[in-house]
């Protein structure tokens, strides 16, 4: 299986996160490992497992050297396709997506099964969406959804062309919050689970970037790392994530 790691700067005492993109052929997983590879390579060190290596590594040159944020060194697993390979996968991982279509929802039950009897974290990712869909998607029942992308003839031709897809005014961002902590908790309520340990990782719903900035000084005020992250949700702008230094 081929691998790329795209360095920036050193990181010690990091946490480490591999999450990993699997379903059927011909879905969109390697488009969706890409998209993500190449955002977590803008942040902080990545290694990329898989069909996607290929593209992102040759985007790497061109990534700057960034502040390693929250100390997480990730790992993208651009899985084969196919039920047997997330099988192969699943003691290896810490959160998984499986990628369909609004076409082939009914192939993520088996995704799921396998989740389920390896007690890893499983959620969806739709591609190829249009909003004729969206009722299907909120009917659909199976892993919660993380994340769906337009149908949008523009990343397929980057795909085909052996590139990285820009995205206009969409982020893949919201994949890296579930993948670190989807609970949602307020300020006062995250800050206390880290002072008393009951978590290592906190999310809090942020309705702009002024009120991020203060909400990450106070984070790293007490002690702790803390990142901005976007999502496309309509009812806040984004995301603080906060994490102890060490775990345990």
């Given at each position: 299986m081929?691998?790329?790691?795209?360095?920036?700067q050193p990181v010690s005492n990091a946490l480490?996160?591999?999450?990993?993109?699997?379903g059927e052929s011909d879905v969109g997983k390697t488009t969706v490992a890409t998209l993500v590879a190449d955002r977590l390579s803008d942040r902080t060190q990545v290694a990329v497992l898989g069909e996607a290596a290929g593209i992102v590594?040759?985007?790497?040159?061109?990534?700057?050297?960034?502040?390693?944020?929250?100390e997480i060194e990730w790992t993208v697993v651009d899985a084969n396709a196919g039920p047997e390979s997330f099988k192969r996968w699943t003691d290896s991982l810490d959160t998984a997506f499986v990628v369909a279509t609004p076409d082939t929802l009914d192939t993520v039950s088996t995704y799921e099964r396998i989740a389920n009897r390896a007690d890893i974290d499983l959620l969806l990712i739709v591609t190829r969406f249009t909003e004729a869909d969206r009722e299907r998607l909120r009917a659909f029942d199976g892993p919660e959804l993380a994340e769906y992308?337009?149908?949008?003839?523009?990343?397929t031709t980057a795909m085909d062309a052996g590139e990285v897809p820009i995205l206009e005014d969409w982020t893949v961002e919201a994949i890296l919050i579930e993948a670190l902590q989807p609970e949602r908790l307020d300020p006062d309520?995250?800050?206390?689970?880290?002072e008393t340990r009951q978590k290592s990782i906190v999310n809090v719903e942020i309705t702009?970037?002024?009120q991020a900035d203060a909400l990450i000084?106070?984070?790293?005020?007490?002690g702790y790392r803390a990142a901005y992250y976007r999502c496309n949700c309509?009812?806040?702008?984004?995301?603080?994530?906060?994490?102890?230094h060490e775990e345990g």
């Open positions: 081929a691998s790329q790691i795209l360095s920036q480490t996160h591999r999450i990993g993109f699997v590594g040759s985007e790497s040159a061109q990534q700057p050297n960034v502040s390693p944020e929250l992308f337009y149908e949008d003839e523009a990343i309520t995250a800050i206390d689970a880290l702009d970037r002024v000084d106070t984070f790293e005020s007490a309509r009812c806040h702008d984004g995301h603080v994530i906060a994490r102890l």
